[in-house]
């Protein structure tokens, strides 16, 4: 990317940088996710360990406010890096509503659906990550989402069966 005397930002034109490799294309492989990698760990220098210790936190902070709830299987009851896996197998099997029902109804709660259906081994999984950057306000609020649309699973299914609601097509 480049400043132009004006102000405004473009992108380099073929040529501009000689010695470069120009842009990356697919035949090069994961090339731009190792550079982005790196980019990551450079920036964060030495705090990076503290960036990790706190996606760690994060992630069982969260694992262990679902698994209190009760509302969805945590399959795994071990410590976990920085994601986790919740499930809705009973969930399912007592009001019908599917894991890709919840993730839909999040979506109308103002949240991104996390990975659903991964890893395949466990019955309507859900595989949470959440970031480094989470605060625990943040946390909160995703485990009452996931709370309130365990409640309406048993309450008024429908609801949940038909979302989402209020996002746009």
């Known amino acids: ?10 992108l380099e034109r073929p040529g501009e940088r000689p010695t470069s ?8 492989g994961n090339t731009g996710v190792l550079v982005r990698a790196y980019a ?10 503290t960036v990790s210790e706190d996606a760690v ?7 262990h406010r679902l698994a209190a709830a009760g509302d969805y299987d945590i399959p795994f009851e071990r410590a976990c890096k920085h994601e986790f896996i919740a499930a809705s197998a009973t969930l399912k099997r007592t009001t019908g509503i599917r894991t890709l029902d919840v993730a839909k109804r999040l979506l109308d709660l103002g949240f991104h659906a996390p990975t659903i259906y991964f890893p395949l081994t466990v019955e309507e999984a859900m595989l949470i990550e959440p970031t480094e950057t989470e605060s625990v306000e943040a ?31």
Do not use: C, Q, W
């Open 139 to 169: 946390l909160d609020a995703f485990a009452e989402a996931l709370g309130t649309i365990a409640r309406e699973a048993r309450e008024t299914p429908e609801v949940v069966h038909e979302a989402p609601h209020t996002t746009p097509v």
């Open 21 to 28: 490799i120009g842009r990356m294309r697919s035949f090069v």
């Open 40 to 49: 990551y760990i450079r920036a964060h220098g030495p705090e990076l360990a």
């Open 1 to 10: 990317v480049r400043r132009e005397a004006d102000g405004r930002f473009r």
């Open 57 to 63: 936190l994060a992630a069982n902070y969260l694992k």
